[in-house]
């Protein structure tokens, strides 16, 4: 055992600290002492590359390396050998002179075939099925059901105008909504005794212009005027006074609500408990006048 | 580039790579029958992952890979126990490489590689030297060492396949590292067809 202790770093190694001078030499043996020595260095070093190595020992493992070249020789010559094992596989046709048997050859190449024509019948199959679903088709699929729900929707739509208009065209239910409107005496919009002034509120605040008025309910007193909703359409509400203080109703509504009713000479007339209604019309409205009466009386109104 | 047809390539595959893969599967197996099946397998499985490959690498690493997933299932079906007789056997080995105290003999201590790594990778009589180097470790420390730093396969799967515990590994994979590093250093690097030429 010599006296001076062991000297991990001698002058003239290529460690970045040789003892060169005293400095070097008192920092060399500090290191020495506080680092890992170079057996357990190297331990740690080929465990480094299986699991991370802390950070005080990668602070240390570089200050060692200050005294000791070969430590970091090893380090450098480990990673180098793992390179080369990783690509050993690729060249291992260079590394010995085993022949592979014909007859492994043969079988290779035979199942290897066989089973690539399988997997090429597979994916040929795979490919006609996938076609079926691809995207020209599927957008072709997607276009048939929406031209059938369209259609469907189309024909119910038609359905439910048809109704509609089955509805609207259905005299009967207007002239029972009318009168049943006209029992509870309804509250007028526009009070006024002078026609012409109902007549321009209908046709500026509702558009309703062009009505006919039969002579003889001209010249009744006019009392005042509303408008109301009926099945989708405006209906306009003139009331007169009647000489025996009783109110006539003459509601007017747009042609096309009930297109088949016949012209003021053939009116339909109908009653209703004590009520009678005549309904007719002309070139742009449908009229339906109610009163408390017979027919007669209602009839003298309407004519000329 | 449009992928050859897979019959075609698949019996191109035997032709270029089949020598490789045999002697690799050889190499880790050491039985014949045992390499020619392995190849089979890797070759098959190639042709079902065909679709997959997407030429990120050459064909041969491509099916190298396969090839060592195969070796490492290998291994796993035959769940071998590891006995530690040879790591006793390489236990003192290089117990000269230090002096008392723990630090590198001066004239012992690791030489300096001058290899270009890139350039050895292009030399087949290195392939031959760490073949050489390989077969001289014990079986099981070879078995360790090759699917550690060869088929990459973690640390702990290695312990889990071999029965082992961490320090062992640890222990087998430093002994084995350090009787390649001295192989090759002898026996390649410090040889005047080697590196240092």
Not at chain 1, 25 to 37: A, R, S, Y
Not at chain 1, 46 to 62: N, Q, T, Y
Not at chain 1, 141 to 147: G, N, S
Not at chain 1, 152 to 176: E, M, P, Y
């Amino acid at each position: 055992m010599p006296e001076e202790p062991y000297n991990p770093s001698p002058i003239g190694n290529p460690s970045v600290l040789a003892r060169r001078n005293w400095w070097q030499t008192k920092l060399v043996i500090f290191i020495g002492k506080h680092t890992p020595k170079c057996r357990e260095m190297v331990r740690i070093l080929s465990k480094s590359l299986d699991e991370p190595m802390p950070l005080a020992m990668r602070i240390k493992k570089r200050i060692h390396y200050l005294i000791c070249c070969w430590c970091q020789r090893y380090e450098e010559q480990l990673l180098y050998m793992r390179k080369t094992a990783r690509a050993f596989a690729e060249h291992a046709d260079e590394s010995s002179n085993a022949v592979v048997p014909d007859e492994a050859k043969g079988r290779w190449k035979e199942v290897v075939s066989a089973s690539a024509r399988v997997m090429q019948g597979w994916s040929e199959k795979m490919e006609i099925a996938g076609r079926k679903f691809e995207r020209p088709h599927l957008m072709w699929t997607r276009a048939l059901l929406l031209t059938t729900i369209t259609a469907i929707v189309a024909v119910g739509f038609v359905i439910a105008w048809t109704n509609l208009v089955r509805q609207k065209a259905s005299l009967t239910d207007f002239r029972d909504e009318m009168i049943s409107f006209a029992k509870v005496d309804p509250t007028l919009e526009m009070r006024s005794s002078d026609l012409s002034e109902l007549m321009t509120w209908l046709a500026t605040t509702h558009a309703m212009s062009g009505i006919t008025i039969p002579e003889k309910v001209k010249s009744m007193e006019p009392v005042g005027c509303r408008t109301l909703r009926f099945r989708g359409n405006d209906v306009g509400l003139i009331c007169f006074r009647r000489s025996n203080g009783r109110r006539l109703h003459l509601f007017v509504a747009d042609r096309s609500a009930f297109p088949r009713l016949p012209s003021r000479n053939y009116a339909e007339f109908l009653a209703q408990g004590e009520w009678m209604t005549a309904a007719w019309a002309d070139r742009e409205h449908t009229y339906l006048m109610a009163i408390q009466s017979d027919q007669p009386v209602l009839q003298s109104l309407l004519s000329l | 580039m449009n992928k050859p047809d897979l019959q075609t390539a698949a019996e191109h595959w035997v032709d270029d790579h089949g020598e490789c893969l045999y002697r690799f599967a050889l190499m880790r197996v050491r039985n014949q029958d045992v390499a020619e099946d392995l190849v089979q397998d890797t070759f098959l499985a190639a042709v079902r992952g065909y679709e997959k490959f997407g030429g990120r690498s050459s064909e041969r690493s491509w099916l190298c890979g396969i090839l060592k997933n195969k070796i490492v299932d290998h291994f796993r079906k035959l769940g071998r126990e590891t006995s530690f007789t040879d790591v006793e056997f390489l236990s003192d080995e290089f117990s000269e490489k230090f002096v008392s105290v723990g630090f590198w003999n001066h004239d012992k201590g690791p030489h300096e590689w001058k290899a270009e790594a890139d350039q050895v990778m292009h030399r087949s009589e290195f392939w031959q030297t760490m073949r050489d180097c390989l077969a001289k470790l014990p079986q099981k420390v070879r078995d360790v060492f090759t699917m550690r730093e060869m088929d990459d396969v973690p640390s702990k799967e290695i312990c889990a396949l071999l029965s082992i515990t961490d320090s062992n590994l640890w222990v087998m994979l430093h002994r084995a590292r350090m009787a390649l590093r001295e192989c090759l250093e002898m026996n390649w690097f410090d040889q005047p067809a080697g590196g240092n030429a």
